[in-house]
């Protein structure tokens, strides 16, 4: 019903800067609440950030707030993640998925439509 299609990942040196983009599709995709998420082989999906449906309420992970910035505009039928200062352990593939369930914006099983991921590499 919702299709998410994630672009703008990419390598970066540390300190540097990228902007994800969550491209929706779907007749009701922007009455959707949405979040990034990120995975890594070795970890769980980690909660990044999340955004209201009409993008007045933001949620952070402790480890990324001051540094990336969630933002939408329903106009284009797109959701953003700016991500500043990156780091290396910011290093993983992240996920934009629009959330249906009255739930924690940080638990994932709050989300029932996902994208495909977009690779973040920040090297030191």
């Known amino acids: 019903q919702v299709q998410l299609v994630e672009s703008g990942g990419g390598s970066v040196q540390a300190g540097g800067s990228l902007r994800l983009s969550c491209a929706a599709s779907?007749?009701?995709?922007?009455?959707?609440?949405m979040g990034w998420f990120r995975q890594t082989p070795r970890k769980e999906r980690e909660f990044v950030a999340g955004?209201?449906?009409?993008?007045?309420?933001?949620a952070y992970e402790n480890s990324v707030k001051g540094r990336f910035t969630i933002s939408r505009d329903n106009a284009k039928n797109t959701a953003y993640l700016q991500m500043n200062s990156l780091k290396p352990e910011d290093t993983a593939v992240y996920f934009c998925?629009?959330?249906?369930?009255?739930?924690?914006?940080?638990?994932?099983?709050?989300?029932?439509?996902w994208g495909q991921g977009t690779q973040v590499t920040v090297s030191s």
């Open positions: 779907g007749r009701t995709s922007s009455s959707y609440a």
């Open positions: 998925a629009a959330k249906t369930s009255f739930i924690s914006p940080s638990n994932a099983q709050g989300y029932a439509y």
């Open positions: 955004i209201s449906w009409g993008g007045s309420g933001t």
